[in-house]
Structures are given as structure tokens and as C-alpha cells.
Nanobody, 122 residues
Framework: QVQLVESGGGLVQAGVSLRLSCSAS????????MAWFRQAPGKEREFVAAISWNGGRTFYADSMKVRFTISRDNAKNTVYLEMNSLKPEDTAVYYC???????????????WGQGTQVTVSS
């Protein structure tokens, strides 16, 4: 089992940066691919980015690769999502996920956090 807890969300103004964190626990949590998804009100869950177990490879949704950066620190069992130049349309609940394969499909991931709300005001 892997437990995931997101943090770092909040209410911010458009144009600022925000860093989300996902703390993982479990015996083999550092061996998983980690990903971020987001879900806006009334919309389906959307892939944001994924990172390989050692951080050597990253994978982004095309619309996210310019402003968002995923990273991980296995010594701290933590994955990060750095979001720059935030826009109101980035408002969503952001979820951390862990899985075996790097994928943009949510059902490919076995473990999920509870999510952290990010609200961007104009």
C-alpha cells in the first residue's frame, strides 16, 4: 500500500507561482511512477504530468509543459508540482497518484491522494 497526501494548495491571484507537494509513504513508494492530475468543477479529471521512479524522465500534457514542472525527492518521499503564471482556468482540485507505468490515463494509477484545492482569482 502507498499513502499519498497532497499539500500546498490555496487561493492565489492570477500570475503568481505555487508549489504543490505530495508526501508518499509505504514500503516501496519510491519505486512508483508519480503523477499529478487535476479536476475542475463539472469537468473530468485531467492529466497534468508524470515522473519516473528516479526522476530521470518526465512527461507532461501538452498544455501544461510550458508553465508546470514536476520533480521528486526520493530522500524525502515527496513529489512536487511547480506551477508558474497561474491562470483562473488552472482552478481545480489537484491530485497526486502513484502507479507502475507512466501514463496520462487516470485508471493506470493504483493509488491516489485526497487532493488539494487550487483557486486562482483574476
Amino acid at each position: 500500500q502507498v499513502q499519498l497526501v497532497e499539500s500546498g494548495g490555496g487561493l492565489v491571484q492570477a500570475g503568481v507561482s505555487l508549489r504543490l507537494s505530495c508526501s508518499a509513504s509505504g514500503r516501496t513508494s519510491n519505486s512508483y511512477v508519480m503523477a499529478w492530475f487535476r479536476q475542475a468543477p463539472g469537468k473530468e479529471r485531467e492529466f497534468v504530468a508524470a515522473i519516473s521512479w528516479n526522476g530521470g524522465r518526465t512527461f507532461y500534457a501538452d498544455s501544461m509543459k510550458v508553465r508546470f514542472t514536476i520533480s521528486r525527492d526520493n530522500a524525502k518521499n515527496t513529489v512536487y508540482l511547480e506551477m508558474n503564471s497561474l491562470k483562473p482556468e488552472d482552478t481545480a482540485v489537484y491530485y497526486c497518484a502513484a502507479g507502475i507505468l507512466s501514463s496520462s490515463v487516470s485508471r493506470s494509477y493504483d493509488y491516489w491522494g485526497q487532493g488539494t484545492q487550487v483557486t486562482v482569482s483574476s
